[in-house]
């Protein structure tokens, strides 16, 4: 379970990215984070990779307090999680196999396991025929699917995604979203997304960000502004 | 292996600066280290020679060096005295040109001269021992080895600091031109390893490649740079052989060990290739841990 508790995030100069956010998501729950370009819903996810600290307030993963200076085990943290990027983050000069095993190798997974959470998520992603291909033979979709795979092998419980669907033409789009219904259930699913149709049509829960602050939770809610 | 060598493949100026600098700077490292073995293996080989040797007129008889031999004794400033005979000295002309049968032909035991090879209690003592056996009507000549010991000691005392200056100089430089090169290589794969620390790699994990290829590129350079040591001092042997001609062999006292330097012999050059190669090593490896750690922060 990911709890916010009043977390607030000022940077240096003053301006604030989040203000007093509070909510609560459950295990294997599926949730977009909706608002314009600097609503917070990057700072969110930031918070939750531990890439930086809450001015106030605590983040709380599985009742780990990951906010708290004391805590060390940002590795292990960071190992339960996979993330997606809008830019995609792929290596470009390894093949497919290659970047998705960077995901399993940092766990010192043995050469087997590689071989067959690999052709799991290779399968998943429909990129089983293209795993020796290099990211420059591969579509911007493709790209994603590449960085999906990454960030869910590895038995990984939570997946964030960052506009994972912003350069993606719309058909594309749907093709991505088709493999986060895939995982829905089996993971705790966060997206930070301002494509309005994908958030209205799937109708999952809807944390809506302005300026900083949560105006909106709603349960099975859309993009309504 | 496969990942060091595409990554050297990938970055192959970065990889060859930081080979010549580990090689030049183990080179010269070896070569210093080499001299000094070689002049202090012949500081020790003078001085175990006899430090003031008397040799006696030919016809001089028995019974006038022994004479001069238990006043030295009675003295109280020798610590060993030895009387090399005629004979003697003749046996040991024989081993030390048993190669050379002209030589040997030409001298019988007649005409070398008998000797006593003396050690001073006290090295104040030597100047004393020479001028007395000086003023024996029978010496004919008196060998003072003092002046050499002193001169060697002070070339190998200068030799010695001078090294460690320079290799100290080496080993600086070495380790500020590999951190610059290994900083480039990682600001290359900057965001791999920015990838990699969200996936939850840790420091160690992210160090590895580099730590390793170092290890691989100090292990390459001191094999290379010992290979170039031990060709020219092959190319050397024949010159060293004649230059050091009457030296049975030149060797390094330590602690209660002798390791013979020269002639050459597998287990010197075996340990100067060991130090070399734990230098190299050790070199690339503080450099990739200074640049990694400068990144990772």
Redesign the interface.
């Known amino acids: 379970m990911i709890l916010f508790d009043n977390v607030t995030k000022r940077y240096p100069l003053g301006n604030i990215a989040l203000q007093n956010a509070s909510f609560e998501i459950k295990d294997h729950e599926y949730v977009f984070l909706v608002g314009a370009s600097g609503a917070g819903k990057t700072t969110i996810l930031k918070l939750l990779m531990r890439e930086m600290l809450p001015t106030e307030g605590t983040v709380t993963i599985n009742d780990l307090e990951i906010s708290s200076p004391q805590f060390k085990t940002i590795e292990t943290l960071r190992r339960s999680i996979g993330m997606i990027f809008q830019d995609f983050k792929v290596l470009p000069d390894k093949n497919v196999f290659e970047n998705i095993a960077v995901s399993l190798k940092i766990m010192n997974a043995t050469k087997t396991r590689i071989k067959d959470d690999l052709a799991e998520a290779l399968s998943l992603v429909g990129l089983s025929e293209k795993s020796l291909m290099f990211p420059a033979q591969l579509s911007a979709g493709e790209l994603q699917r590449v960085a999906i795979a990454r960030a869910i092998v590895g038995d990984r419980d939570i997946i964030l995604a960052d506009e994972p669907t912003g350069n993606l033409d719309p058909k594309t789009t749907w093709e991505i979203m088709k493999i986060f219904k895939k995982l829905e259930g089996k993971k705790t699913i966060i997206i930070a997304t301002h494509n309005t149709d994908v958030v209205n049509s799937l109708k999952k829960r809807v944390i809506i960000l302005e300026q900083g602050k949560i105006i909106k939770d709603i349960k099975k809610g859309g993009y309504d502004l | 292996m496969n990942d060091i060598l595409t990554s050297i493949r990938?970055t192959p100026y970065q990889s060859l600066a930081a080979f010549l600098v580990l090689f030049f700077t183990l080179f010269l490292s070896m070569v210093l280290f080499v001299s000094i073995s070689f002049l202090q293996g012949l500081l020790q080989y003078v001085d175990t020679r006899p430090q003031v040797t008397a040799y006696f007129q030919v016809k001089t008889p028995e019974s006038e060096i022994f004479k001069v031999r238990d006043e030295l004794t009675a003295s109280k400033k020798v610590l060993s005295l030895e009387y090399v005979s005629k004979q003697k000295a003749y046996e040991i002309y024989k081993s030390l040109n048993k190669d050379n049968p002209l030589l040997l032909e030409m001298v019988s035991s007649d005409i070398l001269p008998p000797s006593l090879e003396i050690y001073a209690l006290q090295p104040e003592y030597l100047p004393q021992i020479a001028e007395y056996l000086k003023k024996q009507p029978s010496v004919e000549e008196v060998n003072f080895q003092k002046d050499i010991i002193d001169r060697l000691l002070t070339l190998t005392q200068i030799l010695r600091t001078t090294s460690s200056v320079f290799f100290a100089y080496l080993l600086l430089m070495g380790i500020i031109v590999l951190t610059a090169t290994s900083m480039f290589k990682i600001a290359l794969k900057r965001?791999?390893i920015?990838?990699?620390?969200?996936?939850?790699?840790?420091a160690w994990?992210i160090r590895k490649p580099f730590l390793m290829e170092g290890a691989f590129l100090g292990f390459l350079a001191a094999t290379f740079s010992f290979g170039l040591l031990f060709g020219i001092l092959m190319y050397l042997n024949t010159f060293l052989t004649s230059y050091l001609h009457g030296i049975p062999n030149l060797s390094l006292s330590i602690m209660s060990l002798s390791l013979v330097v020269w002639p050459l012999n597998p287990l010197f050059m075996g340990i100067t290739f060991a130090i070399a190669a734990v230098f190299g090593i050790g070199i690339a490896a503080i450099a990739n841990l200074l640049a990694t750690e400068k990144y990772l922060k």
């Open positions: 990938r965001d791999e920015e990838l990699m620390r969200l996936l939850g790699a840790t994990y």
